[in-house]
Each structure stands twice: as structure tokens, then as C-alpha cells.
């Protein structure tokens, strides 16, 4: 009785305190939209293609997010989908199909090709996992290299008809959909049953069977997933450089990919975001070192030292100071992180009410 | 008297050479609580694997209700409505006991005329999870840790969050593998109460334990497996009584028993175990 008095007291708190904690969570949000947005008014043509192709990155990290962070299957053969999804759609609109319809093609190529991968490697773990998709990722830069008649391989494919778009277009464009799909990711994998199901393949296979899902179909399906997601970030490379070739695609490709991932946090959709953009603007910025190994020693220590201060990655980071932030603001606002501290101190922790819960989701 | 609900007709598995389940007989009845013992390596938990599935049996059948599930594989089995728990917890240990409770409901919402997929992006918090989650924590005695990470769960309260994901589901027959382990007094009443209410409201639960104490409590019937044989099926106070039953345990009831038991015919040895034996 006197527990159930002291939640609700508890809640009222809570409620006013995830009030002001909202407000001030918008006006951040906002004004960070803001100044993103209104970033190419402010930069040169050059900065924008570097972030455009930042934006582009981000949804291959996603797509790696998909199946490394969510699902544990380590893919090193990522760049294969991008590169299957970027000649698909270079090819069709050169030869004058419409960029709309080239651009479902290449998506939808990526998808069979992802499940194709995905029937022999959703059997596979570990090591032999790891050797598969690179193996399919060497399959595919050496097919697009070697296709001459279709993709014109090491000559490079030209004239790729596109939507016509300025860089500004393209920023904006580029910034909305690389968003939208962080939160997409990020509600499946925090909210959804969907995000349970694919972490308990992750953590436990036979536990996770031993609940009826099936863990085949599920690996298969964050494949299929997976590989449209980078398949559509190809098709966007391939409109916006409009110029291919297959040295675009190689295992090196995969491996940054990978790194950009594993620097944002395997299983974060933002801390991803971030590191795409960060580790394709880096090597820019460090060009007032010259043009000499220099530079790209800094960029690999660089990244060498968040890994090692920072295991989780950038969205480890994310996640304990929106935790602490919580905790500061709310109180008794249940975060899972917050949350496990509390309970190991006193064992009170009431499960949070839903409306406390929407108001998270938003912050 | 009713058709049982498990029946399973000489199942045999062999790892090789060995043979760990041979022929053996079982047959399992709605509203029971069905003990399962035997000596360590008796292939108690083989046979689990074989009737949940993570064991292929190489003969024999195995049927639930009408349905023969031998060959279907784990999950399969799980929608049908075959339920566990493992020796050794298994359980997502980064998700929260929320969240891993909440994910025991795949076996009934992806069961033949669940609505499957449909229900992949519903919200965590939505009436159609939160509701049959929060039933299943408080049922179990843990709707306080719900938002802990389980790694942070000490081990005998994992057993609950274990208990619970699986009865989300609402399985009609549950494996219980040692499930008592690592649990207080208090855990273990509680634990007793539960399994109980689940026989009663007609389902058969499969229990293995090694704790005899508690098989007598809660079992209707036990089966005594040893060496990978069905040696003996009746109720806890005739297996206290039975000599084959005496023999395989020797005396040392609830512990390891010795590596060779005796030949039927001889009388019972006294038991000897070395440490050495003890200890494989």
C-alpha cells in the first residue's frame, strides 16, 4: 500500500520532470535540425559533397547496423550490395530507363542478392561467416570488374542519367532520408517486438528457438533487409556521382563500411550516423597536412583511439549521457541503463507507465 | 482415462558409439506433474533435447497430442506448444527481463493461426505485449526488475524470468531442467506454487531435478532414466521402494552415483566412490 502510494508520488515527479525534460529535448533537437539544414547556405560545393557522401555512407552503416548490431552476423562483404544497388540503376538509366524504375531495380537486386548470400550464410558462424560474405564481396567487385559489356569495368560507367538535383537538393535530400531511417532503426530496435525478436538471435540461438522463432528465417530476413538498405544507398551514390567504377566496391570499401560501424556502436542507428559522416569528412579536413601518408595515419589513429577509449563506440556515449541526462532531469525515469543502477541499489523500481514511456520515446 | 498429451515410443539417440537414450518409453498426461530422474549422464537432458528438438533422435517417435513432432524442427515445436527451460539458464542476457519475457510470445503469435508478422512492429508497450508480460512477471514474482538488464538478475531469480518467458506462451507441456538450482527457500516455495498452478490448469510439466525432496513434493509420477534406459515409471513413494531404482541411485540419492552400476543379477554393492569418480 505504501509502495503503491510512493510510485504514484513517484509519477507525478516523474511527469513534470520529463515535462521540462521534453521541452529542452525539442529545443536541442531543433536547433540541431536547424543548423543542419541550414548548412549548405553556409558551405561551399565541395564541403556539401563530402557531407552528401557522408549521408550516403550513414545508410550502409545502417544496413550493417541491421545485421551486425541487431541480428550479430558480422558481414564483410557489405560493399557488394552498394555496388550491385549503384550499377543496377547506373546501368538501366543509361540505357534510358527511368531513374525511378532503375532506382526500384537496384534496390530490388540488391534484396535477391542479399537473399541469395543469406540461404548459405545464415547456416554459417563465427569465422566461416566472416569468410563467407568477404568471399562475396571479392565475387562482386571481381564480376563488376570482369562484366565489361554490361558495366564497361575498369573503363568506368558514364552518363548516368539522374533527377537532376543541385548539391543544396541533394544535402537535404540526403540529410531527410539518412535520418528518417536512423529513427526508423532506432524505434524498430528499441520499441518493436521486431527489435526483441532480432536481439535474442543475437544473444541466445537456442533460447531463441526454444521460443518459437525461427531463427533461420530471421537471419535470412535481416540479410534481405540489410542488403536493400545498402543496395538503396548504391542507388543513391549512383544518381548523385553519376560516374562508377568497380574499384568503388571493394573489400577496402567493405572494411570502412565495417569500421565506420563498429566506431558508432555496432548496435546504434545515431552513434552510426555520426561516425559516417565524421570518418568521410575526416580524411577532408586532414588535408591541410598535405597529401602525404601523414594525414591517413592521423585518420587511422584517430579512429584506433575511440576504439579504445571508447569500446562502445559513439553510441555507447550517446546512450550514458542520455541515461544521466535522464536521471538528472526525471529523477526516477526509467532508462534500461538508469534503471539497472537503481535496481541494484534498491530493488523498487516500479515498471515505467506508458505514458512515461511515449514521452521517452520522443526525447 | 484420457489420451495422453506426450507420448513417446522407444526414442533412441546415439552421439556416436554412444548410445544416450535407448528405447525409451514415456507417456505423459495433461494436469501432471511428470518427474524425470536418474543418476548424472543418465541422459535426462539428452532426452529433453529429443523431445524439444536441439536432438535429432535416430529412432523411435515422439508425439504431442495428435500431432508427431520428431522431425520438425526446435521452434516448430515450440509453437505447438512445447515449452523449456535449460540447465544452464539461457536467456538474452543484454536485454532487459521486459523485453526477454516479451519475446517468449514468438511461440504463440507465430503458431499456426497466430497472426504472425503482423505483430513484428507492434510496440513494446502496446496493450497486446504489455498486457500478457506484466501477467507473466507478476505470476512470477519478478514485475520489480523489469527494467533491469538480465545480466544484472541474480541467478536464482533468472530461473523466474526463465519460467516466465516461457509461460507467456502458454505451452502445453513444460520442460523444467533443474530448475531449483541456486534458488533460496523462499525461491523454491514460490517456484513449487507455480508449477503446480500450471499443472492445473492442464498442461503436463517435465520435470528434471535432482533435488528428490522436491520431485516427491511435486511429482505425480516419476520416470527414473538410467544409463539411457527407462528403469522404472510410477509414482515418487513406489520408486523409493523399487530395487532397480535403489540400485542405479545406490544410496547416494541426490548426488553422483558411481561409474558401474552392478549387474542386475549380484546383490547391491555397497557404494565406493573414489574422488576420482566423483569428480568425471
Given at each position: 500500500m505504501s509502495d503503491r502510494k510512493r510510485s504514484g508520488g513517484m509519477l507525478a515527479g516523474v511527469s513534470g520532470g520529463v515535462a521540462v525534460s521534453m521541452a529542452t529535448a525539442a529545443t536541442v533537437a531543433v536547433v540541431i535540425v536547424a543548423l543542419l539544414a541550414a548548412a549548405p547556405l553556409m558551405l561551399d560545393d565541395y564541403w556539401i559533397n563530402i557531407l552528401v557522401l557522408g549521408f550516403i555512407s550513414s545508410i550502409v552503416v545502417l544496413s550493417l547496423n541491421v545485421l551486425?548490431?541487431?541480428?550479430?552476423l558480422l558481414s564483410f562483404g557489405q560493399a557488394g550490395f552498394v555496388g550491385a544497388g549503384a550499377y543496377t540503376y547506373g546501368v538501366l538509366s543509361v540505357w534510358g530507363v527511368h531513374p525511378l524504375l532503375a532506382a526500384i531495380a537496384g534496390v530490388a537486386l540488391a534484396l535477391v542478392l542479399g537473399l541469395l548470400l543469406g540461404l548459405?550464410?545464415?547456416?554459417l558462424k563465427g569465422h566461416y561467416l566472416a569468410i563467407g560474405t568477404l568471399g562475396f564481396g571479392v565475387l562482386m567487385a571481381q564480376s563488376l570488374n570482369n562484366m565489361v559489356d554490361v558495366t564497361r569495368g575498369p573503363m568506368g560507367l558514364l552518363g548516368i542519367r539522374s533527377f537532376g538535383w543541385s548539391h543544396q537538393v541533394w544535402y537535404w535530400a540526403g540529410l531527410a532520408i539518412s535520418l528518417a531511417l536512423v529513427a526508423l532503426l532506432h524505434w524498430i530496435e528499441k520499441r518493436t517486438f521486431l527489435g526483441v525478436i532480432l536481439k535474442s538471435v543475437k544473444y541466445d540461438e537456442i533460447s531463441a528457438m526454444s521460443s518459437g522463432i525461427a531463427v533461420f528465417a530471421v537471419k535470412l530476413g535481416a540479410f534481405c533487409a540489410s542488403a536493400a538498405l545498402a543496395g538503396f544507398a548504391g542507388v543513391l551514390f549512383a544518381s548523385y556521382v553519376r560516374f562508377l567504377t568497380p574499384?568503388?566496391?571493394t573489400s577496402a570499401d567493405s572494411f570502412r563500411y565495417l569500421m565506420m560501424t563498429v566506431v558508432g556502436g555496432a548496435a546504434s542507428a545515431g552513434g552510426g550516423w555520426i561516425a559516417a559522416l565524421v570518418l568521410t569528412a575526416l580524411p577532408e579536413a586532414l588535408r591541410g597536412f598535405g597529401e602525404t601518408n601523414l594525414r591517413l595515419l592521423i585518420y587511422g589513429a584517430t579512429v584506433l583511439c575511440v576504439l579504445w577509449f571508447?569500446?562502445?563506440?559513439v553510441g555507447g556515449v550517446l546512450e550514458t549521457c542520455s541515461a544521466r541526462w535522464r536521471r538528472s532531469r526525471?529523477?526516477?525515469?526509467?532508462?534500461t541503463a538508469a534503471a539497472n543502477a537503481v535496481a541494484t541499489a534498491?530493488?523498487?523500481?516500479?515498471?515505467?507507465a506508458p505514458d512515461q514511456q511515449r514521452s521517452e520515446t520522443l526525447s | 482415462m484420457s489420451r495422453p498429451l506426450l507420448s513417446l515410443a522407444g526414442v533412441t539417440k546415439r552421439f556416436g558409439g554412444v548410445t544416450?537414450?535407448?528405447g525409451v518409453e514415456l507417456l505423459g498426461m495433461a494436469g501432471q506433474v511428470h518427474g524425470l530422474i536418474g543418476p548424472n549422464g543418465a541422459g535426462k537432458s539428452t532426452l529433453i533435447g529429443c523431445i524439444t528438438g536441439v536432438n535429432r533422435i535416430n529412432a523411435g517417435e515422439i508425439w504431442l497430442g495428435d500431432e508427431r513432432i520428431d522431425a520438425l524442427p526446435v521452434h516448430r515445436r515450440a509453437r505447438l506448444g512445447i515449452g523449456r527451460t535449460f540447465q544452464k539458464i539461457r536467456l538474452p542476457?543484454?536485454?532487459?527481463v521486459y523485453e526477454a519475457v516479451a519475446s517468449g510470445l514468438a511461440a504463440s503469435w507465430f503458431a499456426?493461426?497466430?497472426r504472425g508478422w503482423l505483430?513484428?512492429?507492434?510496440?513494446?508497450?502496446a496493450p497486446a505485449i504489455a498486457q500478457p508480460v506484466l501477467a507473466a512477471l507478476e505470476a512470477a514474482g519478478i514485475e520489480d526488475i523489469a527494467e533491469v538488464r538480465v545480466a544484472s538478475v541474480p541467478y536464482g531469480r533468472r530461473h523466474f524470468v526463465e519460467l516466465a518467458r516461457t509461460l507467456i506462451a502458454q505451452p502445453k507441456v513444460l520442460f523444467l531442467d533443474?530448475?531449483?538450482?541456486?534458488?533460496?527457500a523462499d525461491e523454491r516455495q514460490r517456484f513449487s506454487r507455480q508449477v503446480r498452478d500450471v499443472a492445473a490448469r492442464g498442461r503436463l510439466v517435465v520435470l528434471v531435478e535432482h533435488d528428490l525432496t522436491l520431485v516427491g513434493e511435486l511429482c505425480d509420477q516419476v520416470t527414473v532414466i538410467e544409463q539411457g534406459r527407462r528403469i522404472f515409471t510410477g509414482t515418487p513413494g513406489e520408486a523409493q521402494r523399487d530395487a532397480a531404482v535403489i540400485r542405479a541411485y545406490l544410496g547416494t540419492m541426490s548426488f553422483v552415483a558411481p561409474e558401474v552400476p552392478p549387474p542386475a543379477q549380484s546383490p547391491p554393492q555397497p557404494p565406493a566412490p573414489t574422488p576420482g569418480e566423483a569428480a568425471t
Open positions: 551486425t548490431g541487431y541480428t550479430g548459405p550464410a545464415a547456416r574499384d568503388l566496391f571508447l569500446p562502445q563506440g526525471g529523477g526516477a525515469a526509467v532508462s534498491s530493488s523498487s523500481t516500479k515498471h515505467p | 544416450a537414450v535407448d542476457a543484454q536485454l532487459t499456426r493461426g497466430g505483430h513484428a512492429f507492434t510496440s513494446l508497450r533443474e530448475p531449483a538450482t541456486g534458488m533460496t
